[in-house]
């Protein structure tokens, strides 16, 4: 797969209708990991995820959360 994703892991996003600062954690796609491709076929066959899609993480009340989002949904928090 190209490298076309506008962002990478450790990019600090937001989403763009607002929320906490989130860590971008992966990239669905990025991987050359075998086992990893083979997670995220699972992941894109069970949860309709694609290439290209965000898995990012973040704190409440020191609870970590996760969750994956299409990079559109996203921006960029660095600076914020």
């Not at 290209?52 to 020191?62: A, I, P």
């Amino acid at each position: 797969m190209p490298d076309t994703n506008i962002f990478k892991t450790g990019d600090i996003v937001q989403l763009k209708s607002g929320g906490p600062n989130m860590t971008v954690n992966k990239i669905i796609g990025d991987s050359r990991d075998q086992k990893i491709k083979n997670i995220e076929l699972l992941l894109k066959a069970s949860k309709g995820y694609k290439d290209g899609d965000v898995k990012c993480q973040w704190f409440v009340n020191n609870e970590l959360k996760e969750g994956y989002f299409t990079p559109e949904t996203l921006k960029s928090a660095e600076g914020s």
